[in-house]
């Protein structure tokens, strides 16, 4: 009887342990807080995946034209007076970022992923105005994925549930993770998603949707834990994935 407590409480401790060894690291945009790179870069990319981070983030949207382009912002910036999705790729792409680069495309980006095949991407598809053109946006990403041979380590992510679903569906051997902090794990699972990927915020305001996602079988991911305290609480918590700006400093933590 003894001996069975004790490899019970080994087991235990063995899973505790292994838990915060394993929370990986995805650079917010790419690591593009250092020197000569910027947000949705090539180079934050590239930076990202230098310095040893297990995924890189980046965000998408589709042109007027059809055309998809790898950018945060609903605009371009100062100067623009329409949206991008409203916008022709050639326009788009001749925007040059703060490190001298031009907005890049999905496929470009995606041809720079090919370089680095340890890491993950984690491609986020920004709420477009209708859900047709999402779901047009969504077949898109998927083909482009496919065809590149990166649908093994690309996961998928949106603030839009529609976006979410049609991921799912198109691409039902991919992770799916939503972004819009208002699903309970339950009703993820019920989506066939991944888990949730929230704001840190919302796993104070529920704190039991970690324990609760674990259980049912899902992943977590946390976004954009910048400050050291709150990466130690989550790391400690046993989130799988921490989404940061400072992915060097996070590094650090999780291999502690
Ligand atoms: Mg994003």
């Known amino acids: 009887m003894k001996k069975h407590i004790f490899i019970f409480w080994l087991l235990v401790l063995m899973g505790t342990t292994s838990l915060s060894a394993q929370t990986k690291v995805v650079a917010h945009r790419g690591y593009w807080d250092t020197e000569g790179s910027a947000q949705n870069s090539l180079t934050a990319l590239r930076k990202a995946a230098e310095v040893g981070c297990w ?25 623009y007076d329409r949206p991008i999705v409203e916008m022709t790729a050639a326009e788009v792409c001749a925007h040059t970022l703060s490190n001298g680069e031009r907005v890049p495309t999905l496929a470009e980006y ?24 999402e779901a047009e946006a969504v077949a898109k990403c998927v083909q482009m994925v496919e065809q590149m041979g990166l649908a093994e380590r690309t996961d998928y992510i949106s603030f839009s549930l529609a976006a ?15 972004l819009n902090n208002n699903l309970s794990p339950k009703e993820l699972k019920a989506e066939g998603f991944a888990g949730p990927d929230y704001h840190f915020a919302i796993y104070e305001l529920h704190p039991r949707w970690l324990s609760q996602s674990r259980r049912l079988g899902l992943e977590t991911n946390v976004w954009t834990v910048n400050a050291e305290s709150v ?5 400690r918590k046993g989130v799988d994935y921490l989404t940061t700006n400072r992915p060097e400093e996070a590094l650090r933590l999780t291999q502690k």
């Open 55 to 79: 995924g890189s983030e980046f965000d998408v949207w589709m042109t007027a034209d059809g055309e998809m382009v790898v950018f945060h912002d609903t605009t371009l910036g100062e100067g």
């Open 110 to 133: 995606l041809g720079e992923g090919l370089k680095y095949p340890d890491l993950h991407l984690v491609l986020e598809l920004k709420p477009h105005p209708t859900q047709a053109q």
């Open 164 to 178: 979410c679903r049609e991921f799912h569906r198109l691409a039902p051997y991919a992770k799916v993770f939503y």
């Open 231 to 235: 990466m130690r609480k989550f790391i």
